[in-house]
């Protein structure tokens, strides 16, 4: 059973810095790769940034030289290191692992940044 467990979401002001966690279980983790979406109130399920299984990062532009994302693969962990949070980048945070067609999401965790 494949399971992805977000964790680390919060209350934050704006300027602050959160890092978000997922903890992967039931895949191979090392072939997959892995990513973070967030999905804000009224709006579409966005990408924010992915990792392949060789490391290769991508993000949105509207994370650049904010946030960071990294993969353990001994722990079969994923993380996103959000520093610089503004009040839009609330939202619920999801993990996803993803390989060809085949994709699992985490249940989310929630992050608010206060003004």
């Known amino acids: 059973q494949v399971q992805l467990q977000e964790s680390g979401g919060g209350l934050v002001q704006a300027g602050g810095s959160l890092r978000l966690s997922c903890a992967a279980s039931?895949?191979?983790?090392?072939?997959?790769?892995m990513g973070w979406y967030r999905q804000a109130p009224g709006k579409q399920r966005e990408s924010v940034a992915t990792?392949?299984?060789?490391?290769?990062?991508n993000y949105a532009d509207f994370v650049k030289g904010r946030f960071t994302i990294s993969r353990d693969n001994a722990k079969k962990a994923v993380y996103l290191q959000m520093n610089s949070l503004k009040p839009e980048d609330t939202a619920i945070y999801y993990c996803?692992?993803?390989?060809?067609?085949?994709?699992?999401w985490g249940q989310g965790t929630q992050v608010t940044v206060s003004s």
């Open positions: 996803a692992a993803q390989i060809l067609s085949n994709a699992y």
């Open positions: 990792i392949t299984s060789s490391s290769r990062t």
């Open positions: 039931g895949i191979n983790f090392n072939i997959f790769t």
